[in-house]
């Protein structure tokens, strides 16, 4: 027997051992026969994602000769933006307290007039200065610069300032991404800047964390190739906006509705 329903329910509370609620497997209970074209008709996932990943965790700068680096964890997020500038500036366990190759020598204000973040070095006459972002978002890899990227140094020609240096751009450290990227080995025919050839779908984070996303398809008349017109097992991956890796709570139910078409 084949399955030649149109659409596909699935969700990540039928992982597998091992797997998470957003890189997950299953087994369809009977195979899909002659799919010709697919379509994310629907999804429901947790905003629970926090804000900093594997790869824009490290902040680097250089505060007169020294060159320091910084480490946010991924595992925590913050409420408010005073809460997150306290724990940049928290001493012996704050960001900059546990700096390598040592305590880094500032602190950090953050102007809500602007929306920036502002340096400023313990010491007055002290330079700072932050190297040009170097973004990276090759999937599972990591550089040093993607972390000034996130906090609003967004040059990219190094910059330095004297006592202080205030960021061009504004802080994201609340939300992780804005758009989340569906990849599935059932999938093909996806374009894009990382050549992820099995996107099946981009879900909009329209809702602050703590919130659930829910999504529906509006674009009735538009559906992607399946990567083989038989199947019965499927893989599903959430990526963020960076193309990277994303990680809920696995009781962090992520369902979705897949539409097929059958040749």
Not at 243 to 261: D, M
Request: net charge negative.
């Amino acid at each position: 027997m084949s399955l030649s329903a149109g659409q596909l329910f699935l969700s990540s509370y039928n992982n597998q051992d091992g797997q998470t609620s957003t890189d997950f497997s299953l087994t369809l209970s009977v195979p899909v026969t002659k799919a010709k074209r697919l379509r994310l008709l629907g999804a429901t996932i947790p905003n629970l994602f926090f804000p900093f990943g594997p790869n824009d965790k490290t902040w680097t700068f250089r505060v007169q000769a020294t060159d320091y680096t910084m480490t946010f964890p991924t595992t925590r997020r913050w409420a408010t933006m005073a809460d997150f500038i306290a724990f940049c500036n928290a001493a012996t366990v704050g960001l900059f307290a546990t700096a390598t190759p040592s305590a880094c020598p500032v602190s950090i204000a953050y102007d809500d007039d602007y929306n920036v973040l502002t340096i400023t070095t313990n010491t007055a006459g002290q330079v700072i200065t932050m190297p040009g972002w170097g973004w990276n978002n090759t999937q599972g890899t990591s550089v040093s610069y993607n972390a000034n990227y996130r906090l609003g140094f967004t040059n990219s020609a190094s910059r330095s300032g004297t006592t202080t240096l205030t960021a061009d751009g504004f802080p994201n450290v609340f939300n992780r991404s804005n758009v989340l990227y569906v990849v599935t080995n059932i999938a093909a025919t996806s374009n894009n800047d990382n050549n992820i050839g099995n996107v099946l779908g981009r879900i909009p984070v329209n809702i602050g964390w703590g919130g659930v996303i829910n999504y529906e398809n509006i674009h009735t008349d538009f559906a992607g190739d399946a990567f083989a017109a038989n199947f019965k097992e499927i893989s599903i991956q959430v990526l963020d906006e960076d193309y990277q890796p994303l990680k809920n709570p696995n009781n962090a139910y992520f369902s979705l509705v897949v539409g097929v078409h059958y040749d």
